[in-house]
């Protein structure tokens, strides 16, 4: 009896022992939502997905968030560089490549020290002539300078959670400002165009009037030339001349399942990759089709 019990008590200790091991396997690692508090917004969780015997599987996890401000602004890339070094700090990865696509997009990979298969996902994209190029990371990053969008690619080990790391608060009060300049830019664009819509309205309300109050009234060839030339800022695309590209919701490319082949002999392998999107060319915006791009309609 005294055997069986030390027996059970050797096996509760192994159990005990191997239990942090099977623990550690799941990676924890700073979610950017935290990490950058309220400078980001409109989170969206989705999966990068692959197929294997006809179905899909979850390969990665991605989380994307917009931040706002002005395409020139190097704001995207400190935000980047910042949770990249949190990365390489405090997450054991060192970088392993890195990455601007033809649409002008820009891709950061990392890879885990000592990676198992669990720690790492397979996927492809272009490169700035337009080849395709695959790669295999832990944790990929992508961003365009000239779009919202921030995307966080992540393997299937990594459980995202909130380990208290954050952003430089000098860095957060500096993209704080960038961000509010551009609302309120976006702001006085905006109230100025309502005010411009209001104004022709006007305008158009007093000529009808006049016109509907003298029976003897009629359209010399220069006043109906100077009405059709007369233009305004086009309100579907706020004068920009660009929308987002519907095709592929902004993204500037389009995810696919494509057969690879299988040295192993068992038949072919598929993955998911992305391909450029055949209407925006990358960019995610094409011109709008209320003013064609010009950013002003005839009224």
Known sequence: MTKRLVSLALILVLMLCLLPAAQAAEHPVQDPASFFGDLLSDHDESNLVTVVDRKGVKIASIHSFKYYAEEDSDAFARMVAAYED???????????????????????????????????????NTTPTGEWKKFTASIEIMYSPEYSEISFYYALSFNLTDLNYRLDEKEHAALSVIAAEYAQKRAKEEAARKA???????????????????SSFSWSSSSSSSSINRTKRCTFCGGDGKVSCSNCSGRGYKEKTVSTPNYSGKGPKYETVKENCYRCHGSGTVDCGNCGGDGKVEY
Do not use: C, M, P
């Open 196 to 214: 411009e819509e209001e104004k022709a309205a006007q305008a158009a309300a007093a000529q009808s009037q006049s016109s509907g109050g003298s």
């Open 86 to 124: 949190y990365l390489v700090r405090h997450a054991g990865l060192k970088r392993s490549g890195s990455e601007i696509n033809k649409g002008g997009w820009v891709y950061r990979w990392y890879t885990l020290e000592n990676a198992t298969d669990k720690d790492l996902f397979k996927s492809s």
